[in-house]
Each structure stands twice: as C-alpha cells, then as structure tokens.
C-alpha cells in the first residue's frame, strides 16, 4: 500500500515502513593517522583506504539483506557517519556512502545525517564535497583550545585549526554544527577549562558534547596512570569542571538534554536520541553495534577481521545477546536517567517513588506528579542511582 499526502498541489508518494525494518543507522569509519594518548575505539592506524572500506560496507551490506533480520527500511531517518577519522576519508567519501546506501534510503525530507571531522583534514574541499553529497550535519572533534593539552592528548590539530574547521564548516553551508570537548584533564597541563568553554562559545556551535577523560586500561593513558607516571584528576576536581560547564552553557542557552549534551533549541542529535529511548538501530562497519529488541549485537572490532569477512558478503559478527526482562529493565533506567525524559512515576512502587523523593532531597533529582528527572548533580552518580533505583523495581 502506498501512502498519498497532498502538498501544496503536489502529490507526494511515500512508501510505508518496511515491518521490521530499521530506519537509523551508523557506520564506523576506522582510519586514524596516529592513536590518541587516551583512545580506546576501534581504530586501525593507517593511511585511509576508502575504496575498501566502502567495499566491505557493502558486502556487510548485501549480508544483511541475505539474513533477514536486521534490515534497512526503505527511507532513513538518521544516518551518521563516526570514527575513527571520518574526514581522513577525504571530500569523495560520504558521495560513495550516498551511492551505497542509495538515494532513495537517503530522501526522506528531514533526514539526519551526520559526519564526524577532525579539524586538522576537514579541509574546504572536504566540506563542500559532503555537504553536495547530503551531509547536514557536523560534529568536530576540538576537545579543546590549549595547545599543550592538545599535544599531550596526541591531537593534530592546534588552536587555530579548530577556529578556521568552524568557519570552514560555516562557510560550506553548514547549519547545524557540533563540538566535542574534553574535560577531566590532568592538572600539570594547566588547561583553562573555563576558558576553553569561553572559547567554545565564541564559535557559536548548535551542540556541544563534553566527555569526562577516562583512563582505560588498555590505553596509553590507562598504562600510564597505573604505573603512576600520569594522574588523573580527583572526584572533586571532576565535578567542579563538570558542574561549571553545565552552568555557563544553560547561561548561553544551551539545554542539557543528556548527561554528556548540551543544544541550542531544535538542535538536539537525533541519531543518539535513537539510542538513548531504545528504539533500534543498525551498526555497520568493524566494532559498530545494532540493537533490535530483545537482541544487540557487535561486529568484530579488528579492521582487517571485518574488512575479510565483510568483503566477501559474510555477516562480520563478533557476538551477540539476547536482553531478558532484568537487562532490559536496568537499561531502560539507565537510558531514562541519562536524558531529560527521566523516569515516568506511574505505575512505580511506593518504595521506588520513596527513592527518588530522597534524590530531590539530596538535590539529584527533581519530580512532579509524572516524571523524575536527575538534575546534573545527579548525573554525576548516575550509574550508582541506576542499580538503586532498579533495586526497588526487582
Ligand atoms: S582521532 Fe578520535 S578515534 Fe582517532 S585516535 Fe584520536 S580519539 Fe581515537
């Protein structure tokens, strides 16, 4: 059955949704010219080789739709495009994901779709070559603007290169424009953070996420602070940077609708409202992750893995699992939490409500007769008021 929608005199056909099929996805682009000081993605250092990746995205592709169960729908809703490096790819790449997913996938009139940038190759040619191929919206990696911690993150790019990627991205026709920074950083780099904040806002990005650095174990950075050659910031230290941040960009008009983002109004990503509210999603490319309920699955993290078993039309699986009622309960809270959706109060056992009436105490949260919210004081213990709260509902 088709759908039919007068517009304007015009007579719009809309295929309807594909039962099943899954209308968000994300690809993973693996290439990095060096690996951060501090990154643990699956990253493959390397020159780019577009042609191969694109390759193994199709066959990844192909093996989908011989599987059955995780299926493109016939228009998308969100694409986006994360690395890795993205923009090492150069100013063809995203016209080869175009022509991969295929243009009707890709015409949905209020379509999402982002590509991640590094300032140091988001080059004028780059930008424009996306922005031809569909491209709407831009998250570039900054981190910050104080140029000994970008050298000491191993970043590539110094102060003025983040500036000049914003007006190049601005200059290209840009309108929705995100940044990442990072925060938590070791007190011996005398980073400013309010000032890299100061210096954020100057740029007038849409978004903004901010990430607390973590020290993973398997990193650079892990090894080092285990051997006690680097030291990471404290719990209070953490909080101060954290607490201020949310407060200078509420200031600015920024909303914190995540734990970790922050929007001017109608900017919020789309794409990862899809994985904060549970609705499925499909991951291709190596480490990339999709979700359907009751079923998540990962494909193999290794480039060289993938790429082999992709290329040749076989699903690059790594593993897979099934969430049963207890997983999906402590997700939802979890997910419900991290967000300004919160946590709806209906239908919840006195006990639970008890809980959170003491998180409004202690100013984690906030509540009226619907919903409970975690205010950003809140956020910081998160994941130790989730298994509280799941508690109550086990
Ligand atoms: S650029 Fe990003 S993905 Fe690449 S190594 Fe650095 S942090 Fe990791």
């Known amino acids: ?209 901010l990430y607390g650095l973590t020290a993973e174990a398997a990193t650079p950075l892990g090894r080092a602070v285990a051997e006690g050659r680097e030291d990471l910031p404290g719990e209070a230290g953490y909080e101060q940077e954290y607490l201020s941040a949310v407060a200078r960009l509420a200031e600015a008009g920024y909303e914190a609708y995540e734990v970790s983002n922050f929007a001017l109004p109608g900017f919020q990503s789309r794409h990862n409202s899809v994985y904060w509210s549970g609705e499925p999603y499909i991951g291709l490319g190596n480490g990339a992750h999709s979700y359907r309920h009751p079923v998540r699955r990962w494909n193999s993290r290794d480039w060289d893995a993938y790429r082999t078993r992709a290329a040749g039309a076989g699903l690059p699986l790594e593993d897979s699992e099934e969430l049963d009622a207890t997983k999906v309960r402590l997700e939802r809270i979890w997910l419900g939490l991290r967000t300004r959706r919160g946590i709806a109060l209906q239908g919840l056992p006195s006990s639970a409500r008890d809980r959170m009436r003491r998180w409004e105490e202690k100013g984690l949260a906030v509540a009226n007769e619907n919903v409970a919210r975690l205010t950003p004081k809140g956020w910081l213990v998160m994941d130790r008021l989730t298994v509280e709260l799941d508690s109550e509902l086990g």
């Not at 003025?160 to 950083?185: C, K, P």
């Open 1 to 209: 059955m088709i759908d039919s929608t007068e517009l304007a005199g015009v007579r719009v056909l809309e295929p309807p949704p594909r039962p099943g099929a899954i209308q968000s996805v994300y690809i993973h682009a693996p290439f990095c010219t060096r690996r951060c000081f501090y990154c643990d993605f699956a990253v493959k250092v390397s020159p780019p080789d577009c042609a191969a990746w694109l390759k193994a995205l199709a066959g990844e592709l192909s093996a989908l739709e011989q599987e059955g169960t995780f299926l493109l729908d016939r228009t998308l809703e969100t694409l986006y495009i994360g690395g890795g490096t993205p923009s090492l790819l150069g100013a063809n790449a995203m016209t080869g994901v175009r022509n991969l997913i295929g243009d009707e996938r890709l015409g949905h009139f209020d379509l999402e779709w982002t590509a991640e940038a590094n300032p140091e190759n988001f080059t004028k040619e780059v930008a424009t070559g996306w922005r031809f191929a569909g491209v709407n919206r831009l998250s570039l990696g900054i981190q910050s603007f104080h140029a000994p911690a970008l050298r000491w993150m191993g970043r590539l790019h110094g102060p003025d290169g983040a500036r000049l990627a914003v007006d190049v991205a601005r200059a290209a026709g840009f309108e929705n424009l995100s940044v990442d920074l990072i925060f938590g950083l070791p007190a011996h780099l005398e980073r400013e953070w309010e000032r890299d904040l100061d210096e954020t806002l100057l740029l007038e990005p849409d978004h903004i996420s």
